[in-house]
């Protein structure tokens, strides 16, 4: 089945570009999300992306999808203390309704 | 429109005892789904609603565990004789069923259970 692997820490300074990376197994995933989760919080959709693209830019998100290595990675730029969370990436099948969700990556954004 | 809602946010029970929490998805999206979310790690998929049938369950929903969504809007999941290693984040979110937000899963906030 799928499995979604992501590093489990990352720490950057406020101001500069945060990348977060995921890698998958299933390269039958059709769409690939990532989800902001803060502390007691539930998921927030930040973006997602169709297999088919190779970038997606949303405001300070972009979103990087490379197939072949099935690794997926999503850049903040100007990380904000705002942006300290949990980053979840994740993949799902188009009409099949199960999210395959990875650990986690905690993002920590000090002065 | 307010979101996926849950009820309750925090449930501690003792070990053995029946718990019960509830599902509100965002008005008139039809598709439903649980998750569980255990400390340190992502969320785990338990089972699917398409209006009022249940269409998919994960093997991690034992014998214990029932969700319902007798009329398609609300859902409830629940637990009988609740085992420590049930204690866990139990998340809820809905998809509508065409437009731009199909591919879309919206969270709630979670019921946090805790067994003692």
């Known amino acids: 089945g799928e499995d979604v692997e992501q590093s489990l820490f990352l720490s950057v300074r406020e101001g500069d570009s945060s990348v977060i990376n995921c890698t998958y197994t299933?390269?039958?995933?059709?769409?690939l999300y990532w989800y902001k989760q803060e502390p007691g919080a539930g998921l927030q959709l930040l973006t997602y992306?169709?297999?088919?693209?190779d970038m997606k830019q949303d405001q300070r998100l972009t979103v990087l999808l490379n197939k072949k290595d099935k690794h997926l990675s999503l850049r903040i730029a100007d990380t904000q203390t705002g942006d300290s969370a949990i980053y979840f990436c994740?993949?799902?099948?188009?009409?099949?309704?199960?999210?395959?969700f990875g650990a986690g990556t905690r993002l920590a954004v000090h002065p | 429109d307010t979101g996926v809602s849950q009820d309750p946010r925090h449930k501690i029970t003792k070990r053995g005892q029946n718990v019960t929490f509830r599902c509100d998805p965002i008005?008139?999206?039809?598709?439903l789904y649980w998750y569980r979310q255990t400390l340190g790690q992502g969320p785990e998929f338990l089972t699917y609603?398409?209006?009022?049938?249940?269409?998919?369950k994960s093997r991690l929903l034992s014998d214990r565990f029932s969700a319902e969504r007798p009329k398609g809007s609300f859902s409830t999941l629940e637990i009988q004789r609740t085992e420590q290693g049930d204690s866990a984040m139990y998340l809820c979110?809905?998809?509508?069923?065409?437009?731009?937000?199909?591919?879309?899963?919206?969270f709630g906030p979670g019921t946090r259970l805790t067994v003692l």
């Open positions: 299933d390269s039958s995933s059709t769409y």
């Open positions: 992306i169709f297999s088919n693209m």
């Open positions: 994740a993949g799902g099948l188009s009409g099949y309704n199960k999210l395959i």
């Open positions: 609603f398409q209006n009022e049938a249940q269409l998919e």
């Open positions: 979110a809905s998809s509508p069923n065409r437009g731009p937000a199909y591919n879309e899963q919206f």
């Open positions: 008005s008139e999206h039809n598709r």
